[in-house]
């Protein structure tokens, strides 16, 4: 018999069409990926072609080179320069499309990938989205910042070279907004944070924990809505990533890269999206909201249903999806 | 520069990012399909094949055979037998996964598509809808039904035969018991339905009217969060789709098939999936809410960003969408 969950943070239910289930094997991807070079004359990205992207706004150097570069998105979905207006109009509100969309390429080698970075690295990449999570969340016309990282096509990326991106928006969306106030409504109900009380029941029920270090935990939630998303959340209660201490952030370096590890060993390196899920900075603070990097692997995709109700159909076991990760063996 | 609008049915934002928008024509479907036969003596859904499907649960019958079918999915992701059952436990929310998960053959014939059927199926295929949707609302241990059609493999498809579905739930969703919950705010603030309020505007503004019938009037949404969809919205205030009367069930048929039609001759078939939004029959009559079909062509698709924080980046204008459909001449 299928069972309905409740995700109570989202407040999203899901199906797991346990009949439906496939084994986590039969998510293992199929098509080898093309076989990069380690430097492509035509990237945009490697070392050497700076000059095809504009100007960087942020670069962690390296003897004759840089370890990260970031430079405004050639093709940003905002513009950067402008006002932030808003017409009402009857029924109409629009806001000028003003905003900061930035590229972060994550390493000048072509043909690496996250998973297979050492620590140091991707605690450089860290401290880089801190960097520009703070820039942007400082200029005024700023109301929501988002980090996010698409890997591979089916995730909607167009560039090979590992990057991320930070799209900043002059409007907060509903999105966050209902979250922020559902999680405010737990709290005034039961006097907790709503996150924290979903990872420690996690980690009283052990079945979903893929990894833990000291200050985080990586495990599939109970309701989670396709195969083999996780989240990734601090130990600590904070309500947004501003507030994370550099001991923190060589953490998540490490449990960010170990978790990223499992999936390319485990499901040979399938497409995905990680985000950082936080409140607004001028939220730090809060007793009610608590931020993660959700990580979604692109295994299946949304048909009808799924766009029609809000409601996903989950076609593996959360369980057992933490189990085969918990059994994928990484440095 | 580009804009932000507000979708104040669903209270998303969009990003329409004029500097990235593509032609219309940029979106006409590159690859070929198949060509498939008539009859295929593998698929389920051809006439002689019924023996591979559970029993038809609903039939139109032609002169020895039928003209539509409806049948329990054999992979349902429900199960139909079984009492629904919540269970609460701390955190945890459970509900049994009882419900109806049914396939609706739309014809006998493999190699058709909606577009190039007659007005006259496709109002079979609109009764059939009703039948269905009515026999699932009247079971108490449904909540909501979804009806919906996944056209091509970006949608979500497996089967190439034409077909639709139905997916009843014995919970609500968040995201119905949202639209719910905001519509009946504006009805209480200003003393309208705010999808009958969107329809008249967009009648005023034209710009975005895709085709008017008797019944119906098809428009592309002003913060339409895709490229191409489109709403079909009954003129008449009605709540629940189950209100229809048969003239309009008729005029639907119509409208609906044309729009699909604008899409097969203007996009070269684009996959695409198509849903039915509506109250549950107990809001039946109520003032605040309105049902309509909603239309997503695939054409492009969710990234990290849009997952991350619910905001759409649509990377075409909702007037020029509407005004090459405008443009496709139709039977």
């Known amino acids: 018999m299928p069972e309905l969950r409740y995700?109570?943070?989202?407040?999203?239910?899901?199906?797991i069409a346990t009949e439906r289930a496939k084994r986590p094997d039969q998510f293992v991807r199929?098509?080898?990926?093309?076989?990069?070079?380690?430097?492509?004359?035509?990237?945009?990205?490697?070392?050497?072609?700076?000059?095809?992207?504009?100007?960087?706004t942020y670069v962690v150097p390296d003897t004759n080179s840089w370890r990260v570069r970031v430079t405004p998105n050639k093709f940003a979905a905002l513009s950067y320069e402008g006002e932030r207006k808003r017409i009402?109009?009857?029924?109409?509100?629009?806001?000028?499309?003003?905003?900061?969309?930035?590229?972060?390429?994550?390493?000048?080698?072509?043909?690496m990938t996250t998973a297979l970075l050492g620590d140091a690295q991707v605690?450089?990449?860290?401290?880089?989205?801190?960097?520009?999570?703070?820039?942007?969340?400082?200029d005024p016309r700023i109301d929501q910042v988002t980090?996010?990282?698409?890997?591979?096509e089916a995730a909607g990326t167009s560039i090979e070279h590992p990057h991320s991106q930070m799209i900043a928006t002059p409007v907060i969306?509903?999105?966050?907004?209902?979250?922020?106030?559902?999680?405010?409504?737990?709290?005034?109900?039961?006097g907790e944070c709503i996150f924290c009380r979903v990872r420690e029941q996690e980690l009283k029920d052990q079945t979903r924990i893929v990894l833990e270090t000291e200050h985080f935990v990586a495990f599939v939630q109970f309701a989670t809505l396709t195969p083999f998303s996780m989240l990734i959340?601090?130990?600590?209660?904070?309500?947004?990533?501003?507030?994370?201490?550099?001991?923190?952030?060589?953490?998540?370096?490490?449990?960010?890269?170990r978790v990223l590890a499992k999936l390319y060993r485990g499901l040979a390196d399938p497409d995905y999206n990680y985000v950082v899920r936080t409140a607004p900075t001028e939220y730090s603070g809060v007793k009610h909201y608590h931020w993660y990097v959700s990580i979604i692997p692109r295994l299946t995709r949304m048909a009808g249903f799924e766009l029609?109700?809000?409601?996903?159909?989950?076609?593996?076991?959360?369980?057992e999806n933490a189990s085969f990760l918990r059994g994928i063996a990484v440095e």
């Open 123 to 138: 605690e450089i990449i860290i401290q880089t989205y801190l960097n520009r999570f703070k820039f942007a969340s400082s």
């Open 308 to 319: 029609g109700s809000g409601m996903f159909i989950n076609v593996s076991l959360p369980e």
């Open 233 to 257: 959340m601090p130990r600590r209660h904070m309500a947004c990533f501003a507030e994370i201490k550099d001991s923190e952030a060589a953490d998540l370096a490490r449990i960010l890269r």
């Open 173 to 190: 969306t509903s999105q966050l907004r209902e979250r922020l106030s559902h999680a405010l409504e737990h709290f005034d109900e039961f």
């Open 30 to 56: 199929k098509q080898e990926r093309n076989p990069l070079p380690p430097f492509d004359a035509k990237c945009p990205f490697c070392p050497g072609n700076e000059a095809m992207t504009p100007p960087a």
């Open 88 to 111: 009402v109009q009857g029924i109409r509100r629009t806001v000028s499309g003003v905003g900061i969309h930035e590229v972060m390429v994550e390493t000048p080698v072509h043909n």
């Open 7 to 15: 995700n109570v943070i989202t407040r999203e239910w899901v199906i």
């Open 147 to 152: 980090i996010f990282k698409n890997h591979g």
